[in-house]
């Protein structure tokens, strides 16, 4: 989701495919990440004037930007490419700009177009990759498609780089991805690790980013390797 406002902020239009939170849940976890007020107090609307204000402002803001979520579970990639579409053809009625990115999370909520019968769990996903491939170009925008790993991942050491086949649906989507971006936090919750294992521009890069506790956030502690 920081991904999705990151791009509304900067101007562009962007939709949200959600096969697993409701919007509601999504939003109120973007609140936290942006004023720093626990999910659970928001819930439980345990939380001081001050903290009110902030999460106050914060919505109006999230509220102003280009920003759309779609939550409805077990869809298609066409079943998508309609609702942006729909979407698309009331912004053009309001004199605004279209859509310029598509965010689905994730790969495994959704459904291959055709039904699944006779593909392995492997076929199923590379079946709906390529689905999500297709729509993006008929729609003429950007994309970011969210995978879980392998359990295989967990044995890889945070020191070291990991390969292409701890992502579901390596071969598959290896094949479709202008890029690959596989993110891991260490269990103190101090260190994320970013490793991009595919990019169009070539080479793989590896950074590690360290979790800021004053700002809320992780920030990049050396240059890439």
Known sequence: MQA???AARRGSAVLVYSGELPAHTLM???LSRETGVPVRRILESTINPRELQQLKAAAQELASLPLWVYD???RTPRQVERQARSLNRRLQAKGEAPLQLLLWDYLDL???DGG???LSDEGVL???AYGIRETTKRLGLASILLIQANRSLDEVPMGDVPRMRVVKGSSGIEAIATG??????DHTGQQMRASVLKSRHGGETDTTWIYDWAGSRYSVRGAPR
């Open 4 to 6: 999705a406002t990151g």
């Open 28 to 30: 109120v976890r973007e």
């Open 72 to 74: 409805t579970p077990s």
């Open 110 to 112: 959704l459904y291959p």
């Open 116 to 118: 699944s019968r006779g």
């Open 126 to 128: 590379r079946r709906t």
């Open 180 to 185: 690959l971006l596989v993110l891991r936090i």
